[in-house]
């Protein structure tokens, strides 16, 4: 079986349906993994000996060196769940790997708001000080244009 047949990719979603089940349930009794981690995605190898499972946790540092600690832990565990419930000819052995998409992804449109922002305000404080009046016309006479106003009239 390829890496990137139609059959992995069924294979890894199984499987990542499957532990996000497990972990959202609250099957793993284990008190260091945080309530909200999330399977990103997970990657099985062709002969469905290894599975690489990327996770994310929101919390701070602390609690994902924990989640993935309780993860690694629990991961015999969790084999033997999958074994019951996916019907493979061999289980895979989980490798957790924590994914930081999710955090990074949330700081960058963090930060395109406060660009946004920033950029809104500069405008308003230029429109402000181009002599636009409230109605939104222009005040030629206070930028100094008298001649153009002149020919504008003519």
């Keep these: ?3 990137n047949s139609i059959k992995n ?3 890894n ?3 990542q349906r499957e532990l996000s089940m497990l972990i959202s349930r ?3 009794k284990d008190p260091r993994i945080n309530p909200m981690t999330s399977v990103v995605a997970v990657e099985v190898a062709p002969d469905l000996k290894h599975a690489k499972v990327y996770i994310s946790v929101l919390g701070d540092e602390e ?3 924990s989640t993935l600690a309780g993860l690694k832990s629990a991961a015999p565990f969790i084999r033997g769940q999958l074994a019951k419930t996916i019907n493979l000819r061999n289980t895979p052995e989980l ?3 924590m994914d930081q998409s999710i955090e990074y992804g949330v700081n960058m ?3 395109i708001d406060e660009v946004n922002r920033g950029n809104s305000a500069e405008k308003d404080a230029e429109d402000e000080n ?3 009046k409230e109605d939104g016309s222009d005040d030629l006479k206070a930028d100094g244009n008298d001649d153009l106003k002149e020919d504008l009239d003519k």
């Design 109 to 111: 449109s963090k930060l």
């Design 63 to 65: 609690s994902r060196k």
């Design 1 to 3: 079986m390829r890496k």
């Design 95 to 97: 490798t957790f790997i």
């Design 26 to 28: 609250g099957e793993i």
């Design 9 to 11: 990719t069924r294979i």
């Design 130 to 132: 181009h002599g636009l």
């Design 13 to 15: 979603g199984e499987v």
